[in-house]
């Protein structure tokens, strides 16, 4: 316990003196994370969209195809 409240009052003489331009870095970095987070969120979200679109576009494909074999089919048997 002792030990504790020695490495906590170090903590606190050690984080008293951290000068402001550090802590202006740190806000900095911290604000550059925030957005670059965001922008990840919001790349996902469009990724998750393009994929579904994709997905759909290849069934809709694959049901052309098979409508044209289909009728190239009739054709040739007229």
Do not use: C, W
Not at 23 to 30: F, I, M, P
Not at 44 to 57: D, F
Request: no cysteine.
């Amino acid at each position: 316990m002792f030990l504790n409240i020695i490495e906590n009052s170090v903590f606190v003489k050690i984080s008293t003196f951290v000068p402001p331009q550090t802590l202006r870095a740190k806000r900095s970095v911290e604000q550059s994370l925030e957005e670059v987070q965001h922008q990840v969120s919001e790349l996902s979200t469009i990724n998750i969209s393009l994929a579904s679109s994709k997905s759909k576009l290849e069934q809709e494909l694959s049901i052309l195809a098979g409508d044209y074999d289909e009728v190239s089919k009739e054709l040739k048997v007229k």
